[in-house]
Protein backbone atom coordinates (compact mmCIF):
# COMPACT_ATOMS: atom_id res chain seq x y z
CA UNK A 1 0.00 0.00 0.00
CA UNK A 2 1.26 3.43 -0.52
CA UNK A 3 2.70 5.30 2.28
CA UNK A 4 1.58 8.96 2.86
CA UNK A 5 2.82 12.18 4.01
CA UNK A 6 1.14 15.21 5.28
CA UNK A 7 -0.21 17.84 2.83
CA UNK A 8 1.17 21.55 3.41
CA UNK A 9 -2.29 21.66 4.60
CA UNK A 10 -2.32 19.63 6.79
CA UNK A 11 -4.53 16.89 4.35
CA UNK A 12 -2.67 13.03 4.00
CA UNK A 13 -0.73 13.24 0.75
CA UNK A 14 -0.04 9.98 -0.76
CA UNK A 15 3.47 9.08 -1.44
CA UNK A 16 5.51 5.98 -2.95
CA UNK A 17 9.00 4.74 -3.11
CA UNK A 18 10.78 6.97 -5.80
CA UNK A 19 11.69 3.82 -7.71
CA UNK A 20 8.03 3.37 -8.29
CA UNK A 21 6.93 6.91 -9.18
CA UNK A 22 9.63 6.72 -11.31
CA UNK A 23 7.47 4.34 -13.61
CA UNK A 24 4.56 6.39 -13.33
CA UNK A 25 6.21 9.02 -14.02
CA UNK A 26 7.95 7.64 -17.08
CA UNK A 27 4.70 6.34 -18.13
CA UNK A 28 2.57 9.02 -18.14
CA UNK A 29 5.17 11.09 -19.78
CA UNK A 30 5.23 8.94 -22.76
CA UNK A 31 1.45 9.07 -22.89
CA UNK A 32 1.28 12.84 -23.26
CA UNK A 33 4.53 12.90 -25.19
CA UNK A 34 2.91 10.79 -28.11
CA UNK A 35 -0.33 12.19 -27.80
CA UNK A 36 1.09 15.64 -28.34
CA UNK A 37 2.89 14.66 -31.09
CA UNK A 38 -0.20 12.71 -32.56
CA UNK A 39 -1.98 15.66 -32.41
CA UNK A 40 0.65 17.45 -34.38
CA UNK A 41 0.48 14.65 -36.90
CA UNK A 42 -2.82 14.98 -37.56
CA UNK A 43 -2.86 19.15 -38.18
CA UNK A 44 -0.28 18.26 -40.92
CA UNK A 45 -2.38 16.16 -42.04
CA UNK A 46 -0.85 12.93 -41.84
CA UNK A 47 -3.19 11.26 -39.83
CA UNK A 48 -6.73 10.72 -41.44
CA UNK A 49 -10.53 10.00 -39.73
CA UNK A 50 -11.19 10.43 -36.03
CA UNK A 51 -7.98 10.73 -33.00
CA UNK A 52 -8.83 11.38 -29.21
CA UNK A 53 -6.08 12.24 -27.59
CA UNK A 54 -5.89 11.05 -23.81
CA UNK A 55 -4.18 14.01 -22.64
CA UNK A 56 -4.84 14.98 -18.87
CA UNK A 57 -6.06 11.66 -18.23
CA UNK A 58 -2.83 9.19 -17.88
CA UNK A 59 -3.18 8.53 -14.53
CA UNK A 60 -6.72 6.67 -15.02
CA UNK A 61 -4.62 3.66 -17.36
CA UNK A 62 -0.55 3.75 -15.29
CA UNK A 63 -2.36 3.51 -12.35
CA UNK A 64 -4.92 0.69 -13.17
CA UNK A 65 -2.16 -1.25 -15.53
CA UNK A 66 0.17 -0.93 -11.84
CA UNK A 67 -2.63 -3.68 -10.52
CA UNK A 68 -2.79 -6.02 -13.38
CA UNK A 69 -0.37 -8.90 -14.77
CA UNK A 70 0.31 -9.16 -18.09
CA UNK A 71 -2.21 -12.08 -18.51
CA UNK A 72 -5.20 -10.15 -17.82
CA UNK A 73 -7.26 -8.70 -20.34
CA UNK A 74 -7.71 -4.96 -21.42
CA UNK A 75 -10.07 -3.34 -23.54
CA UNK A 76 -11.42 0.09 -24.44
CA UNK A 77 -12.96 2.50 -26.41
CA UNK A 78 -11.43 4.96 -29.09
CA UNK A 79 -9.82 7.07 -26.76
CA UNK A 80 -7.15 4.63 -27.01
CA UNK A 81 -3.41 5.21 -27.89
CA UNK A 82 -2.73 5.80 -23.81
CA UNK A 83 -4.18 2.57 -22.76
CA UNK A 84 -2.01 0.80 -25.62
CA UNK A 85 1.38 2.20 -24.61
CA UNK A 86 0.34 1.55 -21.02
CA UNK A 87 -0.17 -2.04 -21.68
CA UNK A 88 3.64 -2.17 -23.46
CA UNK A 89 2.58 -1.58 -26.96
CA UNK A 90 5.29 -0.15 -29.17
CA UNK A 91 4.66 3.26 -29.87
CA UNK A 92 6.45 3.01 -33.31
CA UNK A 93 3.44 0.21 -34.04
CA UNK A 94 0.64 1.99 -32.37
CA UNK A 95 2.06 5.55 -34.25
CA UNK A 96 2.03 3.74 -37.13
CA UNK A 97 -1.65 2.65 -37.12
CA UNK A 98 -2.50 6.12 -36.85
CA UNK A 99 -0.88 7.05 -40.09
CA UNK A 100 -2.55 4.28 -41.90
CA UNK A 101 0.94 2.15 -42.64
CA UNK A 102 1.96 -1.19 -42.98
CA UNK A 103 3.94 -1.20 -39.68
CA UNK A 104 0.96 -0.40 -37.72
CA UNK A 105 -0.50 -2.74 -35.55
CA UNK A 106 -3.64 -3.30 -37.38
CA UNK A 107 -1.53 -3.13 -40.89
CA UNK A 108 -2.68 0.19 -41.43
CA UNK A 109 -6.33 -0.61 -41.61
CA UNK A 110 -7.86 -0.06 -38.35
CA UNK A 111 -6.12 3.75 -37.88
CA UNK A 112 -6.88 5.56 -34.39
CA UNK A 113 -9.78 3.52 -32.99
CA UNK A 114 -9.21 0.07 -33.83
CA UNK A 115 -6.03 -1.71 -32.88
CA UNK A 116 -4.98 -4.83 -30.86
CA UNK A 117 -2.47 -6.76 -29.61
CA UNK A 118 -3.24 -10.27 -28.62
CA UNK A 119 0.49 -10.81 -27.50
CA UNK A 120 -0.23 -8.06 -25.09
CA UNK A 121 -3.88 -9.17 -24.03
CA UNK A 122 -5.21 -5.75 -25.39
CA UNK A 123 -8.23 -6.50 -26.81
CA UNK A 124 -8.96 -2.73 -28.78
CA UNK A 125 -9.87 0.21 -29.52
CA UNK A 126 -13.72 0.32 -30.25
CA UNK A 127 -15.06 2.70 -32.49
CA UNK A 128 -19.11 2.28 -31.14
CA UNK A 129 -20.01 3.43 -27.63
CA UNK A 130 -20.31 1.21 -25.08
CA UNK A 131 -19.75 -1.93 -27.66
CA UNK A 132 -16.33 -2.40 -25.88
CA UNK A 133 -18.31 -3.57 -22.68
CA UNK A 134 -19.81 -6.62 -23.49
CA UNK A 135 -16.74 -7.78 -25.30
CA UNK A 136 -14.62 -6.84 -21.69
CA UNK A 137 -17.62 -9.16 -20.01
CA UNK A 138 -16.93 -11.88 -22.31
CA UNK A 139 -13.56 -11.70 -21.82
CA UNK A 140 -14.00 -12.38 -17.77
CA UNK A 141 -16.56 -15.16 -18.41
CA UNK A 142 -13.65 -16.59 -20.63
CA UNK A 143 -11.05 -16.49 -17.89
CA UNK A 144 -13.78 -17.68 -15.26
CA UNK A 145 -14.49 -20.54 -17.41
CA UNK A 146 -11.05 -21.57 -18.10
CA UNK A 147 -10.44 -21.48 -14.61
CA UNK A 148 -7.79 -18.39 -15.18
CA UNK A 149 -7.24 -16.33 -12.12
CA UNK A 150 -6.99 -13.23 -14.22
CA UNK A 151 -9.36 -10.59 -14.23
CA UNK A 152 -10.46 -8.17 -17.43
CA UNK A 153 -10.27 -4.31 -17.44
CA UNK A 154 -13.02 -2.35 -19.42
CA UNK A 155 -12.59 0.87 -20.01
CA UNK A 156 -15.68 3.16 -20.77
CA UNK A 157 -16.71 6.75 -20.63
CA UNK A 158 -19.42 8.64 -18.97
CA UNK A 159 -20.52 9.14 -22.46
CA UNK A 160 -21.51 5.34 -22.49
CA UNK A 161 -22.81 4.45 -19.28
CA UNK A 162 -26.29 4.89 -20.22
CA UNK A 163 -25.54 2.41 -23.09
CA UNK A 164 -28.43 -0.43 -23.07
CA UNK A 165 -25.39 -2.87 -23.44
CA UNK A 166 -23.66 -1.86 -20.22
CA UNK A 167 -26.55 -3.21 -18.04
CA UNK A 168 -26.86 -6.12 -19.88
CA UNK A 169 -23.41 -6.63 -19.31
CA UNK A 170 -23.41 -5.74 -15.58
CA UNK A 171 -26.39 -8.35 -15.06
CA UNK A 172 -24.34 -10.76 -16.75
CA UNK A 173 -20.97 -10.29 -14.45
CA UNK A 174 -23.21 -9.77 -11.15
CA UNK A 175 -25.24 -12.85 -11.76
CA UNK A 176 -22.21 -14.97 -13.15
CA UNK A 177 -19.28 -13.61 -10.15
CA UNK A 178 -17.34 -12.89 -13.27
CA UNK A 179 -13.76 -11.35 -12.65
CA UNK A 180 -14.92 -8.03 -14.54
CA UNK A 181 -13.33 -4.19 -13.53
CA UNK A 182 -15.45 -1.52 -15.35
CA UNK A 183 -13.63 1.42 -15.16
CA UNK A 184 -15.83 4.64 -16.24
CA UNK A 185 -13.56 7.14 -16.96
CA UNK A 186 -15.62 10.22 -16.10
CA UNK A 187 -14.10 13.21 -17.52
CA UNK A 188 -16.72 15.34 -17.47
CA UNK A 189 -17.89 15.64 -20.56
CA UNK A 190 -19.26 13.04 -23.52
CA UNK A 191 -18.70 14.52 -26.42
CA UNK A 192 -19.94 18.46 -25.59
CA UNK A 193 -22.32 17.66 -23.21
CA UNK A 194 -21.93 17.70 -19.24
CA UNK A 195 -22.68 14.46 -17.36
CA UNK A 196 -24.74 16.46 -14.82
CA UNK A 197 -27.06 17.26 -18.49
CA UNK A 198 -26.35 13.55 -19.76
CA UNK A 199 -26.89 11.39 -16.74
CA UNK A 200 -30.00 11.04 -14.22
CA UNK A 201 -29.16 9.71 -10.51
CA UNK A 202 -26.51 9.26 -8.25
CA UNK A 203 -22.80 8.80 -9.12
CA UNK A 204 -21.70 6.53 -12.24
CA UNK A 205 -20.06 4.63 -9.08
CA UNK A 206 -23.47 3.12 -8.18
CA UNK A 207 -24.62 2.17 -11.28
CA UNK A 208 -24.27 -1.70 -10.81
CA UNK A 209 -26.06 -1.50 -7.37
CA UNK A 210 -29.29 -3.03 -8.27
CA UNK A 211 -27.90 -5.96 -9.85
CA UNK A 212 -25.18 -5.93 -6.54
CA UNK A 213 -21.78 -4.47 -7.77
CA UNK A 214 -19.66 -2.83 -5.44
CA UNK A 215 -18.96 0.76 -6.97
CA UNK A 216 -16.22 3.68 -5.63
CA UNK A 217 -15.46 6.99 -7.11
CA UNK A 218 -11.59 7.67 -7.40
CA UNK A 219 -9.49 10.81 -7.88
CA UNK A 220 -8.56 9.89 -10.98
CA UNK A 221 -6.05 12.75 -11.24
CA UNK A 222 -3.59 10.52 -8.85
CA UNK A 223 -1.97 7.50 -9.90
CA UNK A 224 -1.57 6.63 -6.64
CA UNK A 225 -5.16 6.52 -5.91
CA UNK A 226 -6.19 4.78 -8.72
CA UNK A 227 -3.88 2.07 -8.30
CA UNK A 228 -5.14 1.66 -4.54
CA UNK A 229 -8.62 1.27 -5.46
CA UNK A 230 -7.69 -0.97 -8.81
CA UNK A 231 -5.71 -3.06 -6.63
CA UNK A 232 -8.87 -3.63 -3.89
CA UNK A 233 -11.04 -4.62 -7.64
CA UNK A 234 -8.40 -6.47 -8.50
CA UNK A 235 -8.08 -8.75 -5.10
CA UNK A 236 -11.92 -8.83 -4.69
CA UNK A 237 -12.38 -9.96 -8.53
CA UNK A 238 -9.09 -12.91 -8.17
CA UNK A 239 -11.18 -13.57 -4.99
CA UNK A 240 -14.26 -14.79 -6.72
CA UNK A 241 -16.37 -12.04 -5.38
CA UNK A 242 -17.26 -10.82 -8.64
CA UNK A 243 -17.09 -7.56 -10.68
CA UNK A 244 -16.57 -4.12 -9.25
CA UNK A 245 -17.55 -0.88 -11.12
CA UNK A 246 -14.93 2.16 -10.42
CA UNK A 247 -16.07 5.70 -11.56
CA UNK A 248 -12.40 7.47 -12.00
CA UNK A 249 -12.85 11.29 -11.80
CA UNK A 250 -10.81 12.69 -14.36
CA UNK A 251 -10.33 15.53 -16.87
CA UNK A 252 -9.49 16.03 -20.83
CA UNK A 253 -7.35 18.88 -21.25
CA UNK A 254 -8.08 18.81 -25.15
CA UNK A 255 -11.25 18.77 -26.74
CA UNK A 256 -13.29 15.10 -27.65
CA UNK A 257 -11.53 14.52 -30.63
CA UNK A 258 -9.30 16.84 -32.50
CA UNK A 259 -12.19 18.34 -34.77
CA UNK A 260 -13.67 19.13 -31.41
CA UNK A 261 -13.18 23.40 -30.59
CA UNK A 262 -14.19 22.24 -26.98
CA UNK A 263 -15.91 25.65 -26.86
CA UNK A 264 -18.81 24.39 -23.92
CA UNK A 265 -16.20 24.43 -21.43
CA UNK A 266 -15.06 27.90 -19.63
CA UNK A 267 -11.59 28.73 -19.91
CA UNK A 268 -11.05 29.24 -16.31
CA UNK A 269 -11.97 25.47 -15.89
CA UNK A 270 -9.75 24.08 -17.70
CA UNK A 271 -6.81 26.46 -16.84
CA UNK A 272 -7.27 25.65 -13.47
CA UNK A 273 -7.11 21.66 -13.94
CA UNK A 274 -4.21 22.47 -16.18
CA UNK A 275 -2.66 24.48 -13.16
CA UNK A 276 -3.48 22.50 -10.34
CA UNK A 277 -4.65 18.82 -10.93
CA UNK A 278 -2.11 17.82 -13.67
CA UNK A 279 -1.49 14.48 -13.04
CA UNK A 280 2.04 13.75 -13.93
CA UNK A 281 3.11 17.25 -12.56
CA UNK A 282 1.86 15.84 -9.03
CA UNK A 283 4.07 12.60 -9.37
CA UNK A 284 7.10 14.89 -10.43
CA UNK A 285 6.13 17.06 -6.77
CA UNK A 286 6.19 13.88 -5.22
CA UNK A 287 9.31 12.92 -6.85
CA UNK A 288 11.48 16.36 -5.93
CA UNK A 289 10.44 16.36 -2.72
CA UNK A 290 12.02 13.10 -2.24
CA UNK A 291 15.69 14.32 -3.93
CA UNK A 292 15.04 13.94 -7.37
CA UNK A 293 16.68 16.33 -9.38
CA UNK A 294 15.52 18.64 -12.32
CA UNK A 295 18.00 17.14 -14.31
CA UNK A 296 17.01 13.80 -13.56
CA UNK A 297 13.58 14.85 -14.77
CA UNK A 298 15.01 16.51 -17.74
CA UNK A 299 17.17 13.38 -18.96
CA UNK A 300 13.80 11.51 -18.40
CA UNK A 301 12.21 13.94 -20.57
CA UNK A 302 15.07 14.07 -23.59
CA UNK A 303 14.58 10.22 -23.52
CA UNK A 304 10.70 10.06 -24.30
CA UNK A 305 10.67 12.55 -26.61
CA UNK A 306 13.53 10.75 -28.48
CA UNK A 307 10.79 7.41 -28.68
CA UNK A 308 8.24 9.49 -30.08
CA UNK A 309 10.23 11.44 -32.60
CA UNK A 310 11.36 7.64 -33.82
CA UNK A 311 8.11 6.98 -33.46
CA UNK A 312 6.67 9.80 -35.61
CA UNK A 313 9.37 9.05 -38.02
CA UNK A 314 8.89 5.38 -38.37
CA UNK A 315 4.93 5.76 -38.96
CA UNK A 316 5.83 8.45 -41.88
CA UNK A 317 8.51 5.99 -43.22
CA UNK A 318 6.48 2.55 -42.75
CA UNK A 319 4.89 1.82 -46.32
CA UNK A 320 1.44 2.17 -46.57
CA UNK A 321 -0.31 -1.47 -47.20
CA UNK A 322 -0.23 -2.90 -50.93
CA UNK A 323 -3.90 -2.84 -52.64
CA UNK A 324 -3.45 -6.82 -52.22
CA UNK A 325 -4.19 -6.89 -48.51
CA UNK A 326 -7.12 -5.33 -49.20
CA UNK A 327 -9.60 -8.46 -48.47
CA UNK A 328 -6.85 -10.10 -46.20
CA UNK A 329 -7.91 -10.32 -42.30
CA UNK A 330 -11.04 -10.24 -42.36
CA UNK A 331 -12.20 -13.74 -41.95
CA UNK A 332 -10.54 -16.03 -39.08
CA UNK A 333 -9.60 -19.33 -40.39
CA UNK A 334 -11.04 -22.33 -39.33
Known amino acids: ?26 DMLLIRRFEERAGQLYGMGLIGGFCHLYIGQEAVVVGMQATITPDDAVITSYRDHGHMLACGMDPRGVMAELTGRIGGYSKGKGGSMHMFSRQKNFFGGHGIVGAQ ?9 AHRYNGHRRVSLTYLGDGAVNQGQVYESFNMAAL ?13 YGMGTSVERAAAGPALAERGSSYGIPGEQVDGMDVLAVKEAGG ?8 GNGPTILEVMTYRFRGHSMSDPAKYRPKEEVDK ?4 RDPINQVRDLLVAQGTTEDDLKKIDREIRDIVADAADFAQTSPEPPESTLYTDILVGA
Open 176 to 188: WKLPAIYIIENNR
Open 133 to 141: VPIGTGLAF
Open 1 to 26: MPKTKKGERGGEVKSAPAGELLKYYR
Open 232 to 239: RAVAHAKA
Open 273 to 276: MRTE
